[in-house]
């Protein structure tokens, strides 16, 4: 564009003829053929006399040939002016061609960049076309199956509860019993995921539930003697979890699965951590919740399983509770941050983050669990598990009688959590030793926070304690090694960081209680 603007701009230079000396030249010629031949200008009634007497004087020639060299020179002088110009001027054509060539190699090899861009874009998406319709073509045939199996399994599931509800009749044995039971539910949920799979709208079709169920909720409410619903319209959330936990769960007992679960409580093994703060009665079916938890269960199981996490402590970490008059339910992982990019996809049919980092992923999951939560009525999020950064502060008490305060500064390197004494290296665990056992431990991220009080500690005895604010996200670790007169104290910050998915659904109170507010609203109206 600049070398363009200038050659619009550029004037072209010319070399200037020698019109003055050919002029002057021709004119000396002229005069001195008339000195010489006079006879030749008289024509006619012209005569020389009329002209001025110094024109033919020949004593001036000088002075006229000393004209004609100021001529010579003049010319001479204008020539060599332009010729330079000129040059100058060829120069810069020469180096804008330079540079219009230049630039058109560049543009030649832009051009030919993009290109292998473009063609590589087209085979990018290209690719992902062909891996939607491949998708959708499998999914459109698993809905044919589902639908196939639905349609021509009614008379044998009709036919397995039958027979199951005779057998729990007949059946005197407990333990049979439950067994019977267990089946027949089973059998029901699988009819349920059958009924979801051939639906063309999950989220329409779990509404449609929750809305009949509504109102043979209702109606039991407001009339008391009102008759038996068809079906049982609500259920125990706690219930449903416990339904998902069961599958997937190793040792039953030790998460109190065996059982009925208290309003509050606290539960762990090896690879769950649950709290119980409150339960609630929901509206719906049931086996659809059971599908929804299984399912983020799966994905944080699966990323609790990659040894590349690297904190052998972390374990899934579930909440239940109540919210603003709403159920909560948390299920965090130890799974890689979900990014800003990612966050409006991981709900969409087909699109799988372990397929981004190298894992099989059939992108089903998240997208039944968005359904089914928009079914309910509900919203689901999830926040991005950062380490903790700032100061720690530890007070030890010794059996003799001494306190040792320690304050020191936990720091991320390259997102692991380390300690940080001062000007010293940071390192991933830090050591004390005493010279008498320890007794009791006080912990704080914080001077002026109430510290977490560990006690009971007794001489020639070890033992481990993790951070109680939150025993299933455990952010620290302390190892107490006692002898009879000395100890050994390890404190480690555990790395936490990971997802944590957090499901908000109304309940049944909560639907009842929006009901009224709309009636009383209507009222006032």
Not at 3 to 13: E, H, L, W
Not at 134 to 149: G, Q, R, T, Y
Not at 388 to 413: C, R, T
Not at 481 to 508: I, K, T, W
Request: include cysteine; glycine fraction near 6%; hydrophobic fraction near 40%.
């Amino acid at each position: 564009m600049e070398s363009a603007g200038r050659q619009n701009r550029m004037k072209s230079v010319r070399i200037p003829y020698p019109w003055l000396s050919m002029l002057g030249a021709v004119s000396l010629a002229a005069w001195q053929f008339a000195l010489g031949h006079r006879e030749f200008l008289e024509f006619g009634e012209f005569r020389l006399d009329a002209l001025p007497a110094f024109m033919f004087d020949g004593d001036n020639w000088p002075l006229a040939a000393a004209g004609l060299v100021v001529l010579l020179a003049l010319d001479g002088w204008l020539y060599l002016r332009g010729k330079t110009k000129y040059r100058e001027q060829l120069a810069q054509i020469q180096q804008q061609l330079g540079e219009l060539f230049e630039s058109r190699r560049e543009l030649g090899t832009r051009a030919r960049t993009y290109s292998d861009h473009v063609d590589k874009l087209k085979m990018f998406v290209s690719e992902r076309l062909l891996e939607t319709i491949e998708l959708d073509e499998k999914f459109l045939h698993f809905k044919n199956i589902a639908s196939e199996v639905r349609h021509n399994g009614v008379i044998s599931y009709d036919k397995a509860q039958t027979a199951l509800k005779r057998a729990m009749a007949a059946c005197d044995d407990r333990d049979s019993l439950r067994q019977y039971r267990e089946a027949a539910d089973s059998l029901v949920y699988l009819w349920d995921l059958l009924d979801l799979s051939t639906t063309d709208n999950i989220a329409l079709h779990v509404a449609n539930q929750i809305y009949d169920c509504e109102e043979h909720y209702f109606q039991t409410l407001l009339e008391h003697d009102a008759g038996p619903a068809p079906y049982q319209p609500t259920f125990m959330m706690s219930h449903a979890l416990r339904r998902a936990l069961l599958p997937i769960t190793e040792n039953p007992d030790a998460l109190g699965l065996n059982g009925d679960w208290p309003a509050r409580g606290d539960y762990e093994d090896d690879k769950f951590g649950i709290q119980l703060r409150s339960d609630s009665e929901m509206l719906g079916n049931e086996n659809h919740m059971v599908l929804l938890i299984e399912n983020l269960l799966n994905n944080a199981l699966f990323y609790a399983q990659q040894k590349a996490q690297g904190n052998r402590f972390a374990k899934v970490a579930i909440v239940l509770g109540q919210s603003e008059g709403e159920v909560e339910l948390r299920i965090y992982n130890r799974g890689p941050h979900i990014n800003d990019d990612e966050k409006d996809k991981i709900y969409q049919l087909g699109f799988s983050s372990r397929r981004i980092r190298e894992h099989h992923g059939k992108g089903l999951g998240l997208y039944f669990v968005n359904e089914i939560t928009r079914g309910f009525e509900g919203n689901i999020d999830f926040d991005n598990i950062d380490n903790y950064e700032g100061f720690f502060v530890l007070s030890v008490k010794l059996a003799n009688g001494q306190v040792h305060k320690d304050q020191f500064e936990i720091v991320n390197h390259n997102g692991k959590p380390l300690c940080q004494f001062g000007e010293a290296e940071a390192e991933k665990r830090h050591e004390w030793a005493y010279d008498s056992p320890i007794v009791s431990i006080e912990a704080s991220r914080h001077a002026n926070r109430k510290p977490q009080l560990i006690s009971a500690l007794r001489a020639g005895e070890d033992s481990t304690h993790f951070d109680l604010a939150n025993p299933p996200m455990a952010r620290w670790m302390l190892e107490v090694h006692n002898r009879r007169r000395s100890s050994r104290l390890v404190f480690a910050p555990l790395d936490v960081r990971g997802v944590e998915f957090v499901l908000r659904l109304p309940s049944a109170r909560s639907r009842l209680d929006n009901e009224r507010q709309a009636e009383d609203n209507s009222r006032h109206d």
